[in-house]
């Protein structure tokens, strides 16, 4: 494999804060992505995609590998508790999916783990498929409205109504009996 996720690999614990094997998951599912689908640097500001199917460390270094965030609307969680990633950019007809299955308890220690995360063969830490992927609608800014109980303003897509009156999530008491 090139030298070349060594750098990524620096930028991403500087941006996260310490080196972790979950880390050097996310560097190298990211970099991976982008020799797979043709992208020599970070894609521009919005054109590369990235649906994350987990909210832990690697995500932090596919901000910083592949350059997409979740205020420029390119970084899109799906909790599903997956190691996998979906990477694409906008305007292709579809991307690739990164299924990360490596096993989590081997004999390696930390240090080699993030070796091994980073430089191993492929085919022994993730599987990836050819997916379809519909490109969001660009990211979009929403009208703000007042919380009806604490007066914060909220984005109008998290609001809630109640008997008419705008609520923000944290005011809002729902009124069915389904429990959550």
């Known amino acids: 494999m090139r030298h070349e996720i060594d750098f990524y690999w620096n930028e991403s614990v500087a941006f996260h804060g310490h080196a972790c094997p979950g880390l050097a998951l996310g560097c190298r599912v990211a970099f991976d992505a982008a020799r797979m689908l043709g992208v020599d640097e970070r894609c521009g ?76 063969p492929a085919e022994e830490l993730y599987r990836t498929a050819r997916v379809a992927v519909p ?20 984005a109008e897509p998290m609001v809630r109504l109640l008997e008419g009156h705008p609520y923000c999530l944290d005011c809002f008491e729902d009124p069915s009996r389904i429990l959550r």
């Open 45 to 120: 500001d919005e054109e590369g995609v990235c649906i994350a199917e987990t909210d832990a460390c690697g995500i932090d270094a596919i901000q910083s590998v592949w350059g997409c965030t979740m205020g420029k609307g390119n970084l899109l969680l799906k909790p599903r508790g997956k190691q996998a990633f979906t990477f694409y950019r906008r305007g292709e007809p579809e991307g690739i999916r990164i299924y990360w299955n490596a096993p989590r308890s081997d004999e390696r220690t930390r240090e080699e783990r993030i070796e091994h995360y980073l430089k191993g």
């Open 135 to 154: 490109a969001p609608a660009a990211a979009r800014i929403s009208p703000s409205l007042s919380c009806s109980a604490c007066g914060e303003r909220t």
